[in-house]
Structure formats: structure tokens, C-alpha cells
């Protein structure tokens, strides 16, 4: 194996809060920003790297899945990260929701909006599958909250634990065009403002990722934005059909939010 040519993701100086702080920041507020945690290289490459991606691809909405198993992306890289995996692992472990650290990255991916693709992706409100998210926002656009493309969150409005048949059932309530219609209605209405997560590049965002509602605001389709999605953890590891399930809904993760709206 030869050595990385990525930058290392953490900032050396970089000091993580206490997990016990953590955890309780989670349960209590539901959204831990690790505020300045990136490398300034780490998220130059990384911009870098969307830019070529959209080189390729032109202007226009997609997702890369799996993008921490392609060594030629900076990514990759965040694998490695002893510390983050260490802190990421204790949280999840705290919630007392059977986990290993083998199987604690359950899926990632890269989000890259841009171009016409702004409107349609944004206000897709969903649940992870996951126990713990982490967000990394890579490109974040400027401006009005409307035109920025920062994130809506109503972090635990609901608790870990849900089977099959009542996890489909807030799918059916949630995920659907006329409640999208409806919390967009609600946004507009100055409903969510306690609810904008403003992101901003070189933080990270960690939320429990199946107890989150959450969505992202759009853009202005002249400007850029990326997102890398990194999902620890799943809360229903021991039921065999939720597993079933979910192990093909990660393959699909990248494209569900790619053929709605
Ligand atoms: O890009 C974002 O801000 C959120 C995307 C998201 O929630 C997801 O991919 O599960
Ligand atoms: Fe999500």
C-alpha cells in the first residue's frame, strides 16, 4: 500500500468535547457542530475534487456513494481518522443501541447540487437510517437562507426503536409530496426559523441521523453546493428483515434523494 497524497481532515490543534458533553448536547439541543475541525488543505482538496467531478458531469445534481472507499478522493481519507472514528464510535455506543466498530460506517456519500437541479432537491424531507449522522459541508453558497442551501433539521421529533411497520408508516407520513408541500408551506411561514442549520465549511455536524427530520434548503442555480454524508450506526442491527431492508436501501441511499421531487 503506498501512503495517502490527501491531506489529513483533522486540524492537529483540533480538540474534541468530552463524549459525556457530547452525548448530552445530542439528546438535549440534537445538533453537535465540532466548529473549525477540518483542515483548511483537507477542504481545499475536497473542493477541488467536486469541481472536477462537476467538470465531468456538468452542472446538474448528483450523488457519488461509497465515495471514503475511492482512494483517489480526499475523502477517503477521513477513514482513517482515528480520532473522529473513536469519538463517532463512543456516542453511538452510548445510546446504548447495539453497534461494532466493524460495521460502525454504514454507508457515505457526496452531494453535489448544482445548476437547474436546486429546487428539486431541496425540501426533501426525510429520516436517516442511521444512529449517528455526520454532515461536512464543502461548498455552501452565500446569501439569503433561501438562496444558501443550509439545513432544516427538527433534530429527535422522534426516538430511536422504530420497527418495520411504524418506520413505514412516518415514511408514508413524511415523505410525501403533499407534506413536503406542507412543511415548505411552514418554512415559508417562518415555522422552521429556529430550525435553519447555518452550515458552514471545516465544521462537521454530527445529529442522531433516524430521529432527525431533516432537509436541506435550496440554492441559487448559479452557485455550487456539496455536502459529504457520512452514516454510523444502525439502531435496528439485530431485527434480520430491518437489516435486509436497509442493507438495500444504503445501495440505493445515493439515489433516493437523487429521483424525488
Ligand atoms: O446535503 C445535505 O445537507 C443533507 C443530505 C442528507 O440529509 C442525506 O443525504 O441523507
Ligand atoms: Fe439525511
Given at each position: 500500500m503506498t501512503a495517502s497524497t490527501?491531506?489529513?481532515?483533522?486540524?492537529?490543534d483540533f480538540v474534541f468535547p468530552s463524549k459525556e458533553a457530547a452525548y448530552e448536547q445530542l439528546n438535549t439541543n440534537g445538533l453537535l457542530e465540532l466548529q473549525n475541525v477540518f483542515s483548511d488543505a483537507f477542504i481545499a482538496a475536497c473542493r477541488s475534487k467536486v469541481d472536477e467531478e462537476l467538470q465531468k458531469r456538468g452542472a446538474r445534481y448528483f450523488t457519488i456513494a461509497?465515495?471514503?472507499?475511492?482512494?483517489?478522493?480526499?475523502?477517503?481519507?477521513?477513514?482513517?481518522s482515528q480520532r473522529l472514528t473513536d469519538f463517532v464510535a463512543s456516542l453511538c455506543e452510548m445510546t446504548g443501541l447495539p453497534t461494532t466498530k466493524e460495521h460502525l460506517l454504514q454507508g457515505n456519500n457526496l452531494r453535489v447540487i448544482a445548476g437547474g437541479d436546486s429546487i428539486s432537491q431541496a425540501f426533501n424531507f426525510h429520516f436517516d437510517s442511521s444512529i449517528l449522522t455526520l454532515l461536512l459541508p464543502i461548498y455552501i453558497p452565500s446569501g439569503e437562507d433561501v438562496k444558501s442551501g443550509h439545513l432544516l433539521a427538527k433534530p429527535n421529533f422522534r426516538p430511536f426503536g422504530q420497527n418495520i411497520v411504524t418506520n413505514l408508516a412516518w415514511k408514508a407520513v413524511y415523505q410525501n409530496k403533499l407534506i413536503r408541500w406542507l412543511l415548505m408551506r411552514q418554512f415559508f411561514r417562518g415555522k422552521w426559523s429556529k430550525n435553519i442549520v447555518r452550515l458552514k465549511p471545516k465544521s462537521a455536524y454530527l445529529f442522531w441521523g433516524s430521529r432527525t427530520l431533516h432537509a436541506n434548503l435550496p440554492c441559487a442555480s448559479d452557485h455550487k453546493r456539496a455536502t459529504a454524508l457520512f452514516f454510523f450506526g444502525r439502531?435496528?442491527?439485530?431485527d434480520p428483515i430491518i437489516s435486509w431492508v436497509e442493507k438495500r436501501r444504503y445501495k440505493q441511499e445515493a439515489n433516493i434523494l437523487e429521483n424525488k421531487g
Open positions: 490527501h491531506p489529513a481532515p483533522l486540524r492537529d461509497n465515495v471514503s472507499e475511492q482512494a483517489q478522493n480526499p475523502l477517503s481519507e477521513l477513514r482513517n439502531p435496528n442491527a439485530n
